[in-house]
């Protein structure tokens, strides 16, 4: 048996808020740490540089940048330290990076507030100028030592891929070198940061700092922890939302081997074993009664019918222009069509999991740590602790799409609930099995739309009415008097109600009502849904005008220079005006293009299908063109966009969550299908020229997908697609 | 107690007979390279080697491999196929969350031991059965051929 170690983070408390500077022997933890040279972290010795709470240049050179947003794969862990080493002139290779502490009052994320979290495509665009000028904080105090040393001005002295010269005197040191002596220096308030034509790193291919642990088994994930007595619980749940343990029998479950303890929690009843297989037998073996009284019932079917009939009647409004009624009277002709899309499951590689270690003063839990200021508050009152009493290492998370940063802190709050009902004797690490995963509910919530669209005599846009009925996701969280305004989520709406189309008399409405399946954001969120319905009824309206749908979306983008710029590029990469030859006798190709903004970065793409004779069909190519400001590391960003069409994309051809009776119908990967290699599209993504400040990129490229595809479906077929996952 | 050939040193286990592969490396013998996505056999996230062909770990009682050579992506770093992988890995900075990716390269492993030179078509069919929910296939099939070229 052999346990990693893991040291906790939390140890960086002892410095003080914001620029205090100092000494202290620095202990990296190889679970937190990555650089691109190695999947571990170095020893730092005695003397580091600490010139803030991001930064820590050790006395062998290597410069430790403390990361607060979490690495799910979207590259914060290679983003954030580019920043950093651009303005300290470092080496790519001296680069390491690590997670933060919880620590709200030093890692908050600027676009939150006081808020601790990642999420929103946010990391890299809160953290723009922040881990700029925390590298040139250390920049400068080298520079001074180095000053100081010499005994020559500072301006007589440059910095450049982690090399301090003076050139005049032929003079030379690291950062090592000069990283006691800048640390008695005082840290500089007010800092100059680079001029953009003088970045070094910004803007070019850096290789992530992650990507070789992760290719070589030693990156690790909550799943990898092991600490000494630690016991693995899975938890039996109930069948139905809202269903608790009424009874339990736990003799069999106990006569497992491995089985140490059986215990109910408030949303079910879990065992606990020396290790997972024995844990899972035990719960298999045992038995529990459900209490249903409280349980949701409806079935998918149901629920969607409801929402029809809701959607026959106004809704709140989200945003109105102009004369809406007037406009559809005049109209010479009228356009209808109304959507369906199903619940989602996030589905990440790395189930949801923690460890929860207690003792009588202090909670410490290790995890994909999301939302350090919603989870701190909601295991501190399982336990009638402090929120600082929680302390919380932030390790890889193996995916999120959102599902991790859960507003309820769902299973971070059970696997608290486990470690306190056998009274913290045992640290606990909670696993969901996929199946458990799939099934607990925080699904993308299922959504109605209906559109209705009037064009004048020449085929202009005169009017757009678009009806929302779904689930509100901010209701009943810590958002909702932040983000939800007169009955209007939105998140709901977003995507909808700021149709970025020229439009002069336009409605939003939005019903939201309530049901008992657990809700919750979903990688690019509300634009999931609005985006598709919005893109493929345009290009309904298109074909009804007589127009082009490229040159149709074009005229109508005058005000909206981004959106234009980005889908001329699309357009441009495919040679759109150039018909689609097909391979085969009898297929039928098609093209489609669908233009969406989200997070303050704007994604257009064209796609193009192939439909077969037999009616199957397939993705052959997509070309992707985004606008997110600067472009801080290229190849993120384009990683970035093929992950988030092929998460799109695995949506729209096979992702639904559904419900019979209340109970889900789907568990694990044959009934809720990724895509696979053999379904992926070739990609092409084409950056647009920026001088704007960097906005994200984790989530856009998500829900352009769906609409470019159906509509190149429509393209090939003459059939529109009005519901996901496709089916034609 | 049974006896496992893993990475080429013996190492006893005490678990009872049915305990599957994957949970025997991570629970007992502490490799926690090898990673659980499914159960089932669907995702190839605990891919590993038997006598060299690629098994689902989660699905395979360990009891049924006593005796068999089993490699691990611990391991694999160790073989030819595996170092020009990991290194195509890097150089194309194939992982994003990089939980599958241990499974991905034991797969991709296996292929390139049997076929040097694969096509398109092969590693697409090798490489199916391995699902990456950040979307890395692509850059995944850029590696396994970088790799190949990269074999003596």
Redesign the interface.
Same mark, same amino acid.
């Given at each position: 048996?052999?346990?990693?170690e893991i040291i906790n983070l939390s140890r960086r408390g002892f410095l003080k808020a914001g620029a205090g500077l100092t000494l202290g022997v620095a202990v990296p933890s190889l679970a937190q740490m990555a650089g691109p040279g190695k999947g571990g972290g170095s020893v730092v010795a005695a003397g580091a540089l600490e010139p803030n709470a991001f930064v820590r240049i050790g006395t062998d050179s290597t410069v430790t940048v403390i990361v607060k947003h979490l690495e799910?794969?979207?590259?914060t862990y290679t983003g954030l330290p580019t920043l950093v080493a651009e303005e300290l002139d470092a080496d790519w290779s001296q680069i390491r990076a690590e997670g933060a502490p919880a620590d709200a009052s030093r890692y908050n994320n600027l676009f939150l507030g006081a808020m601790q979290g990642t999420g929103g495509s946010t990391a890299l665009a809160n953290s723009y100028e922040q881990m700029r000028k925390a590298g040139a904080a250390a920049r400068a105090m080298l520079l001074a030592a180095a000053a100081e040393r010499w005994a020559v001005p500072p301006d007589s002295i440059t910095i450049a891929r982690g090399a301090v010269v003076h050139a005049p005197s032929n003079r030379k040191a690291t950062f090592g070198q000069l990283a006691v002596a800048a640390a008695k220096l005082p840290v500089p308030q007010d800092v100059k940061l680079k001029d953009p034509k003088d970045f070094a790193l910004i803007g070019r291919r850096l290789? $992530?700092t992650?990507? $070789?642990?992760?290719?070589?088994?030693?990156?690790?994930?909550t799943?990898?922890v092991?600490l000494p007595g630690m016991l693995?619980a899975l938890v039996a749940h109930p069948p139905r939302f809202g269903g608790k343990p009424k009874s339990f029998d736990a003799d069999k479950a106990k006569a497992v081997?491995g089985v140490v303890d059986v215990v109910a929690i408030p949303q079910g009843v879990a065992v606990l074993a020396s290790?997972?297989?024995s844990a899972k037998?035990g719960r298999d073996a045992l038995a529990v009664e459900w209490e249903e009284s409280g349980a949701f019932k409806l079935g998918s079917a149901e629920i969607m019918a409801g929402y029809k009939s809701l959607a026959a009647t106004p809704g709140l409004p989200a945003r109105k222009e102009g004369d809406l009624p007037g406009a559809f009277a005049r109209a010479a002709k009228t356009l209808e069509a109304a959507y369906e899309f199903p619940y989602l499951a996030h589905?990440?590689?790395?189930?949801m999991n923690c460890v929860v270690k207690l003792s009588a003063d202090a909670c410490e839990i290790w995890n994909g740590e999301q939302f350090q200021s919603i989870d701190q508050p909601e295991v501190a009152a399982v336990l009638g602790m402090k929120p600082e009493q929680v302390k919380l290492n932030m390790l890889?998370?193996?995916?999120?799409?959102g599902r991790r940063a859960n507003p309820h802190a769902d299973y971070l709050v059970e696997a608290t609930q486990i470690a306190k009902a056998i009274d913290g004797r045992a640290p606990v690490k909670l696993v969901w099995?996929?199946e458990d995963d799939m099934r607990a509910g925080h699904y993308r919530p299922m959504y109605y739309h209906a559109l209705k669209a009037g064009l004048d005599a020449q085929g202009n846009l005169i009017a757009w009415q678009h009806r929302i009925v779904g689930q509100s996701i901010l209701a009943g969280t810590a958002f909702e008097g932040m983000m939800v305004k007169d009955g209007i989520d939105a998140t709901s709406v977003e995507g909808a109600a700021n149709l970025p189309y020229a439009v002069p008399n336009l409605g939003v409405e939005l019903h939201s009502p309530k049901m008992g399946v657990p809700v919750q954001w979903w990688r690019s969120v509300g634009s999931t849904h609005t985006a598709f319905s919005t893109e493929t009824f345009l290009d309904e309206l298109a074909l009804a005008s007589g127009k082009d749908p490229y040159q149709f979306r074009r005229a109508l983008l005058a005000k909206s220079p981004r959106h234009k710029t980005v889908l001329e590029m699309a357009a441009t990469e495919a040679d759109w005006s150039t018909p689609l030859v097909s391979a085969r006798v009898g297929d039928r190709r098609g093209r489609g293009i669908a233009v969406h903004e989200s997070f303050n970065t704007v994604v257009a793409q064209v796609a193009e299908v192939t439909v077969r004779r037999d009616g199957s069909w397939r993705v052959d190519r997509v070309m992707c063109a985004v606008d997110c400001g600067v472009a801080v590391n290229p190849?993120?960003i384009r990683?970035q966009m093929?992950?988030?069409?092929?998460?799109g994309l695995?949506a729209a051809m096979h992702g639904a969550i559904t419900l019979k009776d209340g109970v889900v119908e789907q568990s694990?990967?044959?009934d809720y299908m990724?895509?696979?290699?053999?379904e992926?599209p070739?990609?092409g993504v084409y950056i647009a020229r920026s001088s704007e400040k960097p906005t994200g990129v984790g989530e856009p490229a998500t829900p352009v997908i769906a609409p470019a595809v159906a509509n190149a479906l429509f393209a090939a077929t003459g059939k529109p697609i009005r519901a996901l996952p496709i089916k034609i | 107690m049974i006896t496992l050939n893993v990475n080429g040193k013996p190492m006893s286990v005490d678990?009872?007979a049915d305990?599957?592969l994957l949970?025997v490396l991570?629970?007992?013998?502490?490799?926690?390279?090898?990673?659980?996505?499914?159960?089932?056999a669907?995702?190839g996230?605990c891919t590993v080697h038997v006598n060299g062909q690629p098994a689902r770990s989660c699905s395979t009682p360990f009891a049924a491999v006593a005796g068999k050579r089993i490699t691990?992506?611990?391991g694999i770093?160790q073989t030819k196929e595996g170092r020009v992988l990991?290194e195509a890995?890097?150089?194309n900075?194939?992982?994003?969350?990089?939980?599958?990716?241990?499974g991905q390269?034991m797969s991709a492993a296996a292929l390139l031991a049997k076929v040097k030179r694969p096509t398109d078509a092969e590693?697409?069919?090798a490489?199916?059965?391995?699902?990456?929910?950040?979307?890395?296939?692509?850059?995944?099939?850029l590696a396994v051929r970088q790799a190949s070229r990269n074999l003596k």
């Open positions: 048996m052999s346990a990693f799910m794969g979207q590259g290789t $992530r992650d990507s $070789r642990a992760k290719s070589n088994g030693t990156a690790i994930y799943q990898d092991k693995t081997k290790d997972f297989w037998k589905a990440c590689m790395e189930p890889f998370a193996g995916g999120s799409f099995t996929r190849d993120v990683a093929e992950s988030g069409i092929a998460f695995t694990n990967f044959h990724p895509l696979r290699m053999n992926m070739r990609i | 678990a009872d305990t599957p949970w991570r629970d007992h013998l502490g490799m926690t390279g090898t990673k659980y996505g499914c159960g089932m669907l995702c996230a691990t992506i611990e770093g990991q890995w890097v150089a900075d194939v992982p994003q969350c990089g939980y599958c990716q241990s390269i590693i697409e069919s490489m199916s059965g391995n699902v990456c929910r950040c979307g890395t296939y692509n850059r995944i099939s």
